[in-house]
């Protein structure tokens, strides 16, 4: 009897200490910003409401008048900040705001054993290492996959336009496929395959550790992945699978058929330095991951979001960009970046939309001071809200919630330079910025402009008839399962 009355205490004394908490942020918290109440990151889970709803709702006043605010996120407390004073003192100062990706975050998860640690996620000596060997590779790559890839997948379009006999398209599919294949073929020196052969295994491979690794119930508590839970279990070996599968095929590809001595790219950059004993065989295995984690998904969301609003501008930008690019060669990556309205449309694609919406990464590794007066605990995750920031209306005025691709400027030079003021006073953060800013980015705008310009060369765009307009509840942003027309062009050019 006293045993379970003890049991039964200590359960209850458990479950108060853990429901304490998930409702009240550490003591040591800062009381002079706002405490978001613990249930609002929950709401999407019960109810049918987007992130975007979710921050207008429930976080845009504070943050935008406090600049900073206490959330519940990932099973912890930490700072979401959305001002671009707090972010530009965030991005400057590497050493005091750490970064500290999954791997130490969340050591025990699905996720971490995924990437590991890697370029975007490392800290300190790791991360310059990393950061010494790929960054050539990312900034000089040969980009003629993506021009092969976009007339492939408009052939798949074709087709499946006569199978259905022209009913709406999930697109979602379609540019992870299109996505993997280009990342796959310009940075890792391999093919997918994925647009020639939907089934292939590494394929389904994939799609199988996404959903794993995407479940909210597991991303909101990922200290469950430390119970033997046997569908967490197959998750895991799901996911050593893949890596082993992924690195020997890169691997294979360069080393078996001696390309790497004479290629100069990011991924026989990796093996070189794997070679030469710089990293090791974990550290070659996670950086390989995350070129195509981050190579592919972010790309997948940005051009996902893009396709999405050319078919909402249907009668303006998308007419725009059409006069823009009908009589250009796609592969003429030159004159791609000197189009007003089609990088003008991108980049405000990339801040209506940013891609990665809240990223918590960073620990604070000593107490400090954010701005002139909120002080932070040592240890305390920090992270930013790239949507509030990019909808700020005292950073983007009364116009900051309308797409309004125009505000860039209308040539391309006044275009360029806000592009880079905007990111340089951080009241754009898509692609983070200083010294951790996304190496990507230049190889992510050459996909984006090529796959835009390349599908509106042969496609018509609107939005599906029975799509329901929402924005995914959680995690990466982009058009919740999108359903798009594509109507053939009779005024179609052919390169
Ligand atoms: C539209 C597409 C993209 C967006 C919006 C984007 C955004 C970002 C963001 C927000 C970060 C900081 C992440 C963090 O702190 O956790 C980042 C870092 C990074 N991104 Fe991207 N990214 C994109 C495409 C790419 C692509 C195609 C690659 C190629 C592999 C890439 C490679 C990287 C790398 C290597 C870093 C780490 C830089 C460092 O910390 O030194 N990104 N990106």
Redesign the pocket.
């Known amino acids: 009897m006293a045993f379970y009355l003890g049991l039964g205490l200590s359960s209850l004394l458990f479950v108060a200490i853990f429901l304490f908490k998930v409702i009240i942020p550490p003591f040591n918290f800062p009381r002079n910003i706002p405490t978001i109440p613990f249930y609002v990151i929950f709401l999407p889970s019960f109810f049918n409401i987007d992130q975007t709803e979710l921050y207008n709702n429930y976080l845009k006043k504070p943050l935008e008048r406090y600049g900073a605010v206490n959330i519940f996120f990932g099973s912890r407390w930490n700072i979401l900040v959305s001002k671009p004073e707090y972010l530009a003192q965030i991005f400057r100062d590497e050493n005091t705001f750490a970064?500290s990706?999954n791997q130490k975050k969340i050591p025990y998860s699905i996720l971490a054993a995924y990437t590991g640690e890697n370029?975007?996620?490392a800290h300190g000596d790791a991360?310059r290492t990393?950061?010494r060997v790929?960054t050539n590779g990312?900034q000089f790559f040969n980009e003629k996959p993506f021009v092969e890839n976009i007339q492939l997948l408009c052939d798949i379009i074709e087709e499946k336009n006569q199978k259905t006999q022209k009913q709406a398209i999930k697109v979602s599919p379609l540019i992870q496929r299109l996505a993997l294949d280009n990342?796959s073929q310009v940075?890792l020196s391999f093919d997918f395959g994925t647009l020639k052969n939907d089934l292939n295994p590494l394929h389904r491979h994939l799609i199988r550790i996404k959903k794993q690794i995407f479940d909210p119930f597991f991303l909101t508590f990922p200290f469950l992945d430390q119970l033997p839970i046997p569908k967490r279990k197959r998750g895991f070996e799901d996911v050593k699978k893949f890596r082993e599968i992924l690195v020997t095929t890169v691997r294979k590809q360069l080393v078996d058929n001696y390309k790497f001595e004479q290629i100069q790219s990011v991924s026989s950059d990796l093996i070189r330095a794997h070679n030469n004993e710089v990293i090791n065989y974990k550290q070659l295995s996670d950086n390989i991951v995350?070129?195509l984690v981050?190579?592919?998904e972010?790309?997948q969301?940005?051009i996902t979001t893009a396709l999405y609003l050319l078919a909402k501008y249907e009668q303006t930008w998308q007419m725009r960009i059409i006069d823009e690019i009908k009589h250009i060669n796609v592969e003429d990556i030159k004159e791609l970046a000197t189009l007003p309205c089609l990088n003008s449309f991108i980049f405000e694609a990339?801040r209506f939309y940013?891609?990665?919406n809240t990223?918590i990464?960073r620990c604070t590794s000593r107490k400090c001071q954010l701005g002139t007066d909120i002080v932070i605990p040592k240890g305390t995750y920090v992270g930013y809200n790239?949507f509030g920031n990019s909808h700020n209306v005292a950073s983007w005025g009364i116009t900051a919630d309308s797409f309004e691709p125009e505000r860039w400027g209308n040539d391309i030079e006044t275009i360029m330079k806000n592009w880079k003021i905007a990111k340089n006073n951080c009241t754009l953060?898509?692609?983070?910025g200083g010294?951790?800013?996304?190496?990507?980015?230049k190889?992510?705008l050459v996909?984006?402009r090529i796959t835009i310009a390349g599908l509106l060369q042969r496609f018509h765009i609107t939005l599906g008839s029975e799509w329901d307009e929402k924005m995914t509840p959680a995690g990466p942003l982009c058009p919740l399962d999108l359903q798009l027309n594509f109507e053939p062009r009779k005024d179609r050019k052919i390169n």
Not at 435 to 441: M, V
């Open positions: 970064k990706g370029i975007i996620s991360w990393y950061r790929m990312l990342i940075l995350i070129l981050a190579g592919h972010n790309p969301l940005a990339i940013p891609p990665l990223i990464n790239n953060s898509s692609f983070h010294r951790r800013a996304c190496l990507g980015e190889l992510a996909e984006l």
